[in-house]
């Protein structure tokens, strides 16, 4: 009996609950505990999930334009929930200050390195306006990395061999982009690096060994649409939330 029998949008069900446990986290909790340590990186989940059905998604959208659009409206729809979630809140105004650009914005941008890739025939041009996207990404959510891990998964596109190669990548590049800069080496330090990375670790597990590449029978236009919302939504709560407590 195969063991293959998460489709895509069970994954992305459990990519929102992981992240929602990373936000609550970071919003909420105290760092320096292990429950808190367990939530950030359990959280890690969402970002490698999300590009590896980015890149695989791309080849299979019926509308390269509307998929875009839709990236761009809801990264516009997300940027002050988002804000309001993780940036300083000061004065009697309440203002919120600006902390970057959100998740949906650093897939639009993922987005874009797919269209270059495809589109940009020049091969010092297409590494020019990658580059260029890679810098792009430092102000939002995810920077380097999210733009990184399109780039593997895509370069893996229907290889399993690749693909389990392109996790192994996302795994190194996310320690050395995560290491503790300044820290003295410790048992904690250690065990906190462990549960970070344990994210992006059962991500590629979960799609190299239990993906079975299809979607749900039924509901496909709910999930779709609720991919979309949730992330604005949840952030808003969180936000409004934090704000008034």
């Known amino acids: 009996m195969s063991s293959k029998r998460l489709n895509?949008?069970?994954?992305k069900y459990i990519a929102m609950a992981t992240m929602l446990c990373n936000h609550i986290a970071n919003i909420f909790m105290e760092p320096g505990t292990l429950l808190f340590d367990f939530m950030i990186g359990i959280g890690y989940f969402t970002a490698p999930v999300m590009c590896y059905f980015l890149a695989e998604g791309y080849h299979y959208t019926h509308s390269k334009?509307?998929?875009?659009?839709?990236?761009?409206?809801?990264?516009?729809?997300?940027?002050?929930?988002?804000?309001?979630?993780f940036a300083e809140v000061f004065g009697s105004?309440?203002?919120?200050?600006?902390?970057?650009?959100?998740?949906i914005f650093t897939l639009?941008?993922?987005?874009?390195?797919?269209?270059?890739?495809?589109?940009?025939?020049?091969?010092?041009?297409?590494?020019?306006?990658?580059?260029?996207?890679?810098?792009?990404?430092?102000?939002?959510?995810?920077a380097i990395m999210a733009p990184a891990f399109t780039l593997f998964f895509s370069s893996a596109r229907g290889d399993s061999r690749k693909i389990k190669k392109s996790f192994l990548y996302c795994i190194v590049l996310f320690l050395?982009?995560?290491?503790?800069?300044?820290?003295?080496?410790?048992?904690?330090?250690?065990?906190?690096?462990i549960f970070y990375?344990?994210?992006?670790?059962?991500?590629?597990?979960?799609i190299v060994y239990f993906y079975n590449g299809k979607r749900m029978e039924r509901g496909r236009t709910f999930s779709k649409?609720?991919?979309?919302?949730?992330?604005?939504?949840?952030?808003?709560?969180l936000g409004l939330i934090r704000i008034f407590i």
């Not at 895509?8 to 994954?11: A, G």
């Not at 639009?108 to 297409?126: N, S």
């Not at 990375?197 to 979960?206: E, F, K, T």
């Not at 991919?227 to 939504?233: A, E, Q, R, S, V």
């Open 8 to 11: 895509r949008d069970v994954i």
């Open 65 to 85: 334009k509307k998929y875009a659009i839709r990236l761009a409206v809801f990264a516009v729809l997300s940027e002050i929930p988002f804000c309001m979630a």
């Open 93 to 103: 105004g309440g203002v919120i200050t600006f902390c970057g650009f959100n998740m």
């Open 108 to 142: 639009l941008l993922c987005f874009c390195i797919l269209l270059i890739q495809e589109y940009v025939q020049d091969a010092a041009v297409r590494v020019l306006l990658i580059f260029l996207i890679f810098c792009v990404s430092v102000f939002s959510d995810w």
């Open 176 to 193: 050395l982009l995560n290491l503790p800069v300044g820290e003295i080496f410790s048992v904690r330090v250690l065990i906190s690096q």
């Open 197 to 206: 990375v344990s994210g992006v670790i059962l991500a590629g597990i979960i």
């Open 225 to 237: 649409w609720f991919f979309y919302l949730f992330y604005p939504i949840h952030l808003l709560i």
